[in-house]
Nanobody
Framework: QVQLVESGGGLVQAGGSLRLSCAASGRTFGSYSMGWFRQAPGKEREFVAVISWSGGGTRYADSVKGRFTISRDNAKNTVYLQMNSLKPEDTAVYYC????????????????WGQGTQVTVSS
């Protein structure tokens, strides 16, 4: 398993941008697909975006498609989530996760999780 630490969350006005980072420990980062999930108060954790181990494959939730971009730098053991045109409904704790699969959007496929970073979008 890998250990994951998210950063980059904060408070932003609607229409603004944030970039989340997730730093992974371990020498096998490049073997994992990496995903971003989020959980708002009183709601279940939901899929946001995922990127394959090579970076060649990505998938997004419909709610963020065209606004969010996931990327990774295997040399730095880091995955990013660039979030543009943020909306109040994007407010949540954002988690990164790792899976030993090519690509998945299913929460239970991910065996390693970070502690989460809070994103708050004000209207």
């Amino acid at each position: 398993q890998v250990q994951l630490v998210e950063s980059g969350g904060g408070l932003v006005q609607a229409g603004g941008s944030l970039r989340l980072s997730c730093a992974a420990s371990g020498r096998t980062f490049g073997s994992y697909s990496m995903g971003w999930f989020r959980q708002a108060p009183g709601k279940e954790r939901e899929f946001v975006a995922v990127i394959s181990w090579s970076g060649g494959g990505t998938r997004y939730a419909d709610s963020v498609k065209g606004r969010f971009t996931i990327s990774r730098d295997n040399a730095k053991n880091t995955v990013y989530l660039q979030m543009n045109s943020l909306k109040p409904e994007d407010t949540a704790v954002y988690y990164c996760a790792a899976a030993l699969l090519f690509i998945s959007s299913v929460t239970t496929d991910f065996g390693s999780w970070g502690q989460g970073t809070q994103v708050t979008v004000s209207s």
